[in-house]
């Protein structure tokens, strides 16, 4: 139950898998397209293990979905989100994502404001661009989430392009978005320092924005369902 509990999280709505068991969990750390889908030998007892005796899980785990995210620039599904937020808990004491299941605005850690900052550059992008193949994702996505400092003013100046094209065409589009991101710079700001993109992100940080960057792309689709 507690290991239920830590891999809820806020879904698309044709996923209909209420629950992942660990057959399901594994594949999210494979690539789908390979012939051979098998994952890291031993992998499903060291999980099992640990579900049962509500234990650490074991790092493979972990490494191996960034490691498949990063591999498929970007692509966090919700089997994904839900493996990395249940390791955060459980093996490095998250207390931010306790309870969480979706986009949590109070959260002020670095690593998750950039997921979230990092989703919405790529909105603008795409509302700017109707039908674009290409997005901010497929090129910068893997070097965001770990050298933020080396990507993030890029993609800030960018950013400022796509901002002017949509002024052009709604205004209260425009708008929005820049009271988004005003909230967003504003928690990574630094004192005295101004904004404060981290040079490196660890391990824990790294899944922490995937983890913000899956939050805020699902609460933008929450609401075109409501309409």
Not at 176 to 191: F, Q
Request: net charge positive; glycine share 8%; with cysteine.
């Amino acid at each position: 139950a507690k290991h239920y509990s830590r891999m809820e999280i806020v879904r698309p709505s044709w996923e209909n898998r209420a629950y992942l068991g660990i057959r399901q969990m594994l594949m999210e750390t494979v690539n789908q397209k390979s012939k051979d889908k098998s994952p890291v030998p031993n992998m499903a007892a060291m999980v099992l293990k640990a579900v049962l005796s509500d234990d650490r899980y074991p790092a493979s785990l972990y490494t191996d979905t960034l490691i498949r995210i990063r591999a498929e620039q970007g692509k966090v599904t919700c089997g994904r989100a839900a493996i990395i937020k249940a390791f955060l808990i459980q093996n490095y004491k998250w207390k931010e994502g306790e309870g969480c299941m979706g986009l949590n605005v109070e959260c002020k850690e670095p690593a998750y404001v950039l997921g979230r900052l990092f989703a919405i550059l790529e909105f603008i992008q795409k509302d700017a661009n109707p039908g674009i193949n290409t997005t901010i994702r497929d090129r910068y996505f893997n070097s965001a989430c770990t050298t933020p400092a080396s990507v993030f003013p890029v993609l800030i100046k960018l950013k400022n392009s796509h901002i002017k094209k949509l002024e052009r065409e709604s205004g209260g589009t425009k708008i929005y978005y820049e009271k988004l991101l005003t909230e967003l710079m504003g928690n990574l700001a630094v004192e005295g320092k101004g904004t404060g993109f981290p040079r490196r992100l660890s391990l824990e940080e790294q899944g922490k924005f995937m983890l913000g960057y899956y939050h805020q792309i699902q609460k933008k689709y929450e609401k075109k369902e409501d309409k």
